[in-house]
């Protein structure tokens, strides 16, 4: 499949004709579809309304957008006017968001075409999409593999050769984890960077919108359009934001890089380990210093994150009892009609994350979870950023294993928690991340380094994420 540098060009060009192109495009959707379970809402009469648009912007001259042209699938959890947002929950079938998200505006203002809502974990949560109420996602390099979660949807079509572009949501690492699964670019912004007006919110101190994408040009292009500062959402940041696409031939010249010991424990594959050494020894080939580092706490993580993400989920997910959204169980009283809805509505491991969350916000355990968790959060962050002080970027693996079989870790909650246990820290602390492919295992599964940068440098993420990219082709 074309790049979407290249595919824009072709449009441009008059090389590829729009209408044809997305005729046969809608087409393979429900093929694709078929085969993976990764789309819950094709979005045709928007795609051909858009596609006519631009027709119409091509002959007259008008001035072009940065993705003119390109095809989208964005994230079940992101609002886009007038089509179904499900979150993949039976809590809000039948709701029709009357607004469109901030993303959405961003990209439909840059000429895109929005062609798909893309298949989740159901809320955003889970490691592999096989929490979702429309049914599990599979990954196109091995059918019976988890594509990871929750934005496997949209991570499943890039790697299926769909879209070349697709928007996820990263709370603990869902769109990395994916990312690396399917052999995909995936970044998790700066929190603040991007906004999250229109994002149905799980844990809102975590979530933040990013792309993914089939290379690291296209994901750099795609952050361009999206972020910046929304009067619309109170947490994003006001703070200019440099250009990621321009930056990314500046190479890793001069760049200090840490690799942090304590992500190279026990627990990781052996073939990840040999694989980030390599991706090392590539910076280091370019000209980056590559230094030891320690981040002592990062052993507390995966339990703050579970802890805060939780609570917070607990908090955001009070409003649907039947009243403002979705859908609404018949009942002979207020009561039962709130219980009924939310019981027959979520599905296990929402219920699961609710009632933890519950727990640790109640008066008798709140000091002993809740408020313990923020203080870890605090010393995680503040150890991040002292070593992001002696180096430029972090370099650990993405996951600690390669994609794992549908239904290996369904009945283990704790072992699917571990699969966020690299990616975690990053949303804790709100600094950027980025997955990019490094390789494959024997079973010629795809491998991802992870690369985690100072607050608002995504451009030097993708600056080494482009030598990693180039040095593993």
């Known amino acids: ?58 002959t007259s001259g008008r001035p072009k957008g940065k993705l003119f042209g390109l095809p989208i699938i964005v994230k079940d959890n992101i609002c886009l006017k007038d089509h179904p947002t499900t979150c993949a929950s039976r809590i809000l079938n039948g709701f029709v968001p009357p607004y469109n998200a901030t993303v959405i505006d961003r990209l439909l203002a840059d000429d895109a075409v929005i062609i798909a809502k893309a298949n989740m974990d159901e809320f955003a949560m889970g490691s592999s999409n096989e929490n979702s109420a429309l049914g599990l996602a599979r990954n196109p390099r091995d059918l019976e593999r988890a594509p990871g979660g929750s934005s496997g949807g949209s991570a499943a079509a890039v790697a299926a050769g769909l879209v070349p572009l697709a928007l996820g949501s990263d709370t603990g690492g869902s769109v990395r984890q994916p990312a690396a699964f399917c052999g995909v670019v995936g970044l998790k912004p700066t929190y603040g960077a991007v906004s999250r007006y229109g994002l149905v919110a ?35 940041a006001q703070q200019s934001l440099a250009g990621a696409e321009e930056n990314l031939k500046a190479g890793v010249r001069g760049l200090k890089i840490g690799l942090p010991r304590e992500y190279f424990a026990a627990g990781l594959d052996a073939e990840i ?29 995966v339990a703050a994150y579970y802890v805060v993400a939780d609570a917070e989920a607990s908090s955001n997910l009070a409003r649907y009892d039947g009243v403002r959204y979705g859908q609404r169980a018949a009942a002979h009283d207020l009561l039962s009609m709130y219980t009924e809805t939310r019981h027959a509505g979520f599905g296990a491991e929402v219920k699961r994350r609710i009632m933890l969350g519950t727990y640790v916000l109640s008066s008798g355990y709140y ?39 549908l239904g290996e870790k369904t009945e283990d909650p704790l072992a699917m928690y571990l699969s966020d246990i690299y990616t975690v820290s990053a949303n804790l602390a709100g600094l950027p991340a980025i997955s990019v492919p490094c390789g494959v295992d024997a079973a010629k599964l795809p491998i991802g380094a992870q690369l985690i940068g100072r607050p608002f440098d995504e451009p030097t993420l993708f600056r080494a994420a482009a030598v990693i990219e180039a040095s593993s082709r």
């Not at 590559?290 to 706490?297: G, K, S």
């Not at 000091?367 to 650990?396: C, F, H, P, W």
């Open 1 to 58: 499949m074309a790049t979407a540098l290249q595919l824009r060009q072709q449009f441009l060009d008059g090389e590829r004709n729009l209408g044809e192109y997305y005729h046969e495009l809608l087409n393979r959707c429900e093929d694709v579809n078929h085969r993976l379970n990764c789309l819950n809402v094709v979005t045709s009469e928007l795609a051909e309304a858009t596609v006519a648009q631009l027709h119409s912007k091509l």
């Open 202 to 236: 799980f844990a809102s101190s975590l979530d933040q919108i990013g792309p993914l994408a089939a290379d690291v040009h296209s994901a750099a292009l795609l952050f361009d359009v999206i972020a910046g500062h929304d009067s619309r959402d109170s947490t994003s």
């Open 273 to 301: 380990a040999a694989a980030i050494t390599r991706v090392a020894d590539w910076l280091k080939r370019e000209g980056a210093e590559i230094r030891e580092v320690a981040l002592p706490h990062t052993k507390y993580a």
């Open 367 to 405: 000091d002993a979870y809740y408020a313990k968790a923020m203080k870890v959060r605090r010393v995680i962050m503040q150890e991040m950023l002292e070593a992001l002080n002696a180096v430029d970027l972090l370099l650990t693996p993405t996951t600690p294993t390669t994609a794992f079989k």
